[in-house]
């Protein structure tokens, strides 16, 4: 079967840097995507991959490796306005996309 | 522009009743999709479009019926409403950047049945 794997939930502290990660096993693959998700709102965009290697965008950069079916989305700067979950969803070979159950991130002061 | 634009927000239906989620958007986009959220799940995809006058199931389609007649509107229907349709209904439409189809998303419609 597909499957997409994050953490459920973590904690970071404002100002500092986290690393939230995707491990991904699907029939295929045609891109990568980060997702945000503030609590009781739609997804948002942030980023998609589909090349290995480091996207960056502001205080956000996504990495991919294929050949390792894993990806990460880092956050630096953390502000609290980045409290929300996340969400990492993986196209598959049928241009599908498989989702994630999205990691929760708390920021506290 | 608005988006995509869902209706209602909120509903509560008893089992066994009808009702139909409204999606429109006016970003004239192709591409239109069905999810539903459930706690400590990914998104699954319920029915997708597209095109107007084309339309397909996903993941998880039995429950439901779409239509699209126009470019701008893409109804969910729920018939015979059980309890396990109890979720968060998100619409969505894309765009193609960098060979990439980005979704955008409606504001989400939460329906209860009891």
């Known amino acids: 079967g597909q499957n997409i794997d994050q953490p459920t939930e973590m904690t970071a502290t404002e100002g500092a840097i986290v690393q939230i990660n995707c491990t991904y096993q699907?029939?295929?693959?045609?891109?990568l995507f980060w997702y945000q998700q503030h609590a009781g709102e739609a997804p948002t965009f942030l980023s998609y991959?589909?090349l290995d290697g480091l996207e960056e965008k502001g205080r956000f950069s996504s990495f991919l490796s294929r050949s390792k079916g894993y990806s990460y989305l880092l956050l630096k700067e953390l502000q609290m306005k980045d409290s929300a979950s996340y969400l990492c969803a993986v196209m598959d070979s049928n241009y599908q996309l498989i989702w994630g159950a999205g990691t929760k991130l708390i920021i506290k002061p | 522009n608005a988006g995509v634009t869902q209706t209602p927000k909120f509903r509560i239906l008893k089992i066994g009743q009808s009702m139909t989620l409204q999606c429109t958007q006016d970003m004239n986009h192709n591409y239109m999709y069905w999810y539903r959220q459930d706690p400590g799940m990914g998104l699954k995809l319920i029915y997708y479009s597209v095109g107007a006058g084309i339309t397909d199931k996903g993941e998880v389609p039995n429950g439901y019926n779409v239509s699209r007649s126009t470019t701008e509107d893409f109804p969910l229907r729920l018939e015979l409403a059980a309890p396990s349709q109890t979720s968060v209904y998100f619409c969505?439409?894309?765009?193609?950047?960098?060979?990439?189809?980005?979704?955008?998303f409606g504001a989400g419609s939460r329906l209860t049945v009891l």
């Open positions: 699907t029939s295929g693959f045609n891109g």
């Open positions: 991959n589909v």
């Open positions: 969505a439409s894309s765009y193609e950047l960098a060979g990439a189809n980005v979704l955008t």
